[in-house]
């Protein structure tokens, strides 16, 4: 009794404290944070910003907590923050608002509690591989007379930084929204390069006839209608796109039959192949994050469809799970669309299983025991006792049996 006594008084306070638990670990990816944003008339433009780059496809892709540093419209509207968005293209404005990301929580508490030397904090842009070093971090100080938080870029002699000017929004422990008054710029970030990417519309399937050796994909591309899905991304971040040359389509196992697959599964193996972001060769080589999601994945849901991209005695290397191919050349590299040519076609385990198509796995053969074994070969030779337990056994099991039996007739009877 006392222990049912214990079991109802401790069942509640359970109950609330898991709950309490799993409302304060609610992922990012369960906020708009697009929307929250745009709840306030003074974060419209930059809540516009996000949607345009595609970088609130980012953010709703993150685990993990976040601190956004959101610039109101008045200080988007005036120099310097206004010279940036007229005149930089959507993939390099989106890195720079990829800069304004923290990956990590800052309550008002937090921010006072910073250093006057300061902290060196992480952001989205540091994940893409595109920023050199540690230039993908923001420089956090606090002065301690007036309390004021400056973020700057932790190069020295930058001339970009930002002051915090109010706290918007905190819904803890996962998102702190912050007004900042400027956009950040991050460090060795090539401006004029970017100025002169190629016009939007690049024919992805003429690039592949171009580069003879991929018409095998063109074909798929063409026939799928993906291809449009594609060109329209490069409006965003731009796309990485890896494709298989005629080789690897000819070294696809018998048991794989893409053109089998049905329309929609065909469409997916195809996303699989991109990337949605522009990575330059030397990016990809030296690429901090190493699971990167793709065009699957922002149809299927974070986590799966990923790729993992990593670097091994000079080669870059593209792991599905289940099939690992390396990049074999540059078909195109021209901001803000890179196309790349790989020795295999990239399979999901998410369609294909989780073992390599073609590769029989056969259960492992289990030895028997050694006495077992000398029983086998000569019986007279088992363990004492080995058939007598058999025989015992059997004629239990038939004593239980014929008792059954009995019962059951005896109960028809009745």
Not at 370 to 388: D, Q, R, Y
């Amino acid at each position: 009794m006392s222990v049912l006594l214990f079991i109802s008084h401790i069942t509640p306070f359970t109950f609330v404290y898991f709950l309490l638990l799993s409302s304060s670990s609610t992922a990012v990816t369960d906020l708009n944070i697009t929307s929250i944003l745009s709840s306030f008339q003074n974060f419209t433009s930059f809540a516009s910003l996000l949607s345009s780059t595609s970088v609130d496809s980012d953010l709703k892709r993150r685990q993990g907590p976040i601190t956004l540093l959101a610039v109101p419209n008045p200080y988007l509207s005036t120099p310097p923050s206004s010279d940036l968005t007229r005149r930089l293209p959507l993939s390099s404005l989106g890195d720079i608002l990829r800069y304004h990301i923290l990956l990590q929580y800052f309550s008002w508490t937090n921010l006072l509690q910073i250093p006057p030397s300061g902290v060196l904090i992480t952001t989205l842009l540091q994940t893409t591989g595109r920023a050199p070093a540690n230039f993908g971090a923001v420089n956090i100080t606090r002065t301690p007379l007036t309390n004021a938080i400056t973020i700057q870029s932790p190069a020295p002699y930058t001339a970009s930084n930002a002051t915090v000017l109010s706290l918007i929004k905190t819904l803890p422990y996962n998102i702190t929204i912050l007004a900042v008054n400027s956009l950040l710029v991050p460090y060795d970030i090539n401006l004029m390069a970017s100025e002169t990417r190629p016009p939007l519309g690049l024919n992805i399937t003429k690039a592949l006839i171009d580069g003879h050796n991929f018409n095998v994909a063109s074909a798929m591309l063409s026939a799928s209608g993906v291809v449009d899905e594609f060109e329209a991304d490069e409006g965003g971040a731009g796309i990485s796109f890896f494709v298989p040359t005629d080789g690897a389509f000819g070294d696809l196992p018998g048991n794989v039959r893409l053109q089998s697959l049905p329309a929609d599964k065909k469409s997916v193996v195809l996303k699989f192949h991109v990337l949605h972001s522009y990575y330059p060769l030397g990016s990809l080589e030296s690429i901090v994050n190493p699971v990167q999601p793709t065009l699957a994945t922002e149809d299927s849901g974070a986590g799966s469809f990923t790729l993992n991209i990593s670097r091994f005695n000079g080669s870059v290397l593209i792991d599905t799970g289940i099939v690992q191919a390396s990049v074999t050349q540059t078909v195109f590299d021209q901001n803000p669309v890179a196309i790349f040519g790989v020795s295999k076609v990239l399979l999901p385990r998410e369609i294909f299983g989780k073992d390599p198509p073609g590769t029989a796995v056969h259960p492992p053969e289990l030895s028997p025991s050694p006495e077992i074994s000398a029983w086998l070969s000569n019986p007279a030779s088992s363990p004492v006792g080995f058939h007598e337990e058999i025989k015992s056994d059997g004629q239990i099991l038939r004593s239980q049996s014929s008792s059954v039996a009995v019962y059951c007739i005896v109960l028809y009877l009745m």
